[in-house]
């Protein structure tokens, strides 16, 4: 196993989100990420990689352009420091207003993409079959001209269309954070060659409520290739774990090339964002159910609020996949 860690990122730090009405402090921070890496060091120390430099070319492999030279300018535009939030829906192309962009919310997005380009790498050049990517800003909600939910480009979709055009082959996205990746589904919604698979909370009550919902089955060549399981809350291991045994199934079935999984560790019970009851036992059985298929695993980050919860949740799952 290898894992991608660039620990820049700790000079990204939002400060501020609105909750409804309200501004609050922003969960997305540098710890959430810092105290994963602590963990890995310690038991994985010589396995950790510095990411590769690439064209920034492969952004537009998912995203539009006039999306991303809107992003890069308004980063641009801004002062060090200072936050801005979305004023004009559709103008701005953040869907939500929790999702601040800074003077480095490009560039800190970049690197992230980064990170999860160098583990596909990994995976097709270095010989490994397992790679772990701790990386933020998230991307698994950032949709093809739009960003939300901390995320600003989707380093998972950039990845699956990077092994796709230097491989050939066929990828699977298994999604395990909390929140629906509604980015990730809109990007390979008609796309036969990605097989999206989400677990998730039930968007009726749960961001980002645009998506998740189980008739949401694909279009065009796509049909029958997005797969969602809302989940109710307070869904406990045996519940999880019931329902990642059919995922695994469908992903099995499909025989992809390689599976990217989209981990975010706020199904933890000690997650401040989430009302799953996942404890570290599970997220150990969740790698062990993913250590039975016979195919490259890419793992990258995504949600998880709780530091310490991240940390160990990582570790057990990581345990469990090893196996």
């Known amino acids: 196993m290898k894992i991608v860690y660039d620990p820049r990122h700790v000079f990204y730090s939002p400060k501020s989100e609105f909750d409804r009405t309200r501004m609050v402090n922003n969960p997305e921070t540098p710890q959430r990420i810092e105290e994963i890496i602590k963990v890995l060091k310690f038991k994985y120390g010589?396995?950790?990689?510095?990411?590769?430099?690439?064209?920034?070319?492969?952004?537009?492999?998912?995203?539009?352009?006039?999306?991303?030279?809107?992003l890069k300018n308004r980063c641009d535009s801004l002062e060090d420091m200072q936050e801005y939030f979305p004023k004009v829906?559709?103008?701005?192309r953040v869907f939500d207003n929790g999702t601040p962009l800074m003077k480095n919310s490009f560039e800190m997005a970049w690197m992230g993409v980064k990170c999860a380009l160098t583990g596909a790498y990994e995976?097709?050049?270095?010989?490994?079959?397992?790679?772990?990517?701790?990386?933020?800003?998230?991307?698994?909600?950032?949709?093809?001209?739009?960003g939300g939910g901390y995320c600003y480009m989707n380093n998972s979709a950039v990845a699956a269309k990077f092994l796709q055009m230097k491989s050939g082959g066929t990828v699977a996205v298994l999604d395990l954070d909390f929140h629906h990746g509604n980015g990730t589904q809109e990007i390979f919604y008609e796309d036969s060659s990605v097989?999206?698979?989400?677990?998730?909370?039930d968007p009726a009550q749960h961001f980002p409520f645009i998506s998740g919902y189980e008739w949401e089955i694909g279009?065009?060549?796509?049909?029958?290739?997005?797969?969602?399981?809302?989940?109710?809350?307070g869904t406990d291991g045996r519940t999880y774990l019931r329902t990642l045994e059919k995922a695994a199934q469908e992903i099995q079935d499909y025989d992809p090339s390689y599976l990217i999984v989209s981990l975010g560790t706020d199904t933890h019970k000690d997650d401040p964002l989430g009302n799953f009851m996942l404890g570290d036992s599970?997220?150990?059985?969740?790698?062990?159910?993913?250590?039975?298929?016979?195919?490259?695993?890419?793992?990258?980050?995504?949600?998880g609020y709780n530091p310490i919860a991240n940390a160990s949740a990582v570790d057990s799952f990581l345990a469990g996949l090893l196996i």
Not at 123 to 146: F, K, Q, S
Not at 219 to 233: H, R, S, T, V
Not at 289 to 295: A, G, P, Q
Request: hydrophobic share 40%; aromatic share 16%.
């Open 46 to 70: 010589n396995s950790f990689v510095k990411p590769k430099d690439f064209p920034k070319s492969y952004i537009y492999l998912v995203h539009d352009s006039n999306y991303i030279s809107w």
């Open 89 to 92: 829906f559709g103008y701005d």
């Open 123 to 146: 995976l097709l050049n270095g010989g490994e079959d397992i790679v772990y990517v701790g990386t933020r800003p998230p991307g698994h909600h950032a949709g093809i001209d739009m």
């Open 195 to 201: 097989l999206y698979i989400s677990l998730h909370a």
């Open 219 to 233: 279009g065009g060549e796509g049909k029958g290739y997005n797969i969602n399981f809302p989940l109710a809350a």
């Open 282 to 303: 599970d997220f150990f059985e969740i790698g062990k159910i993913l250590s039975e298929l016979d195919i490259f695993k890419l793992v990258i980050q995504e949600g």
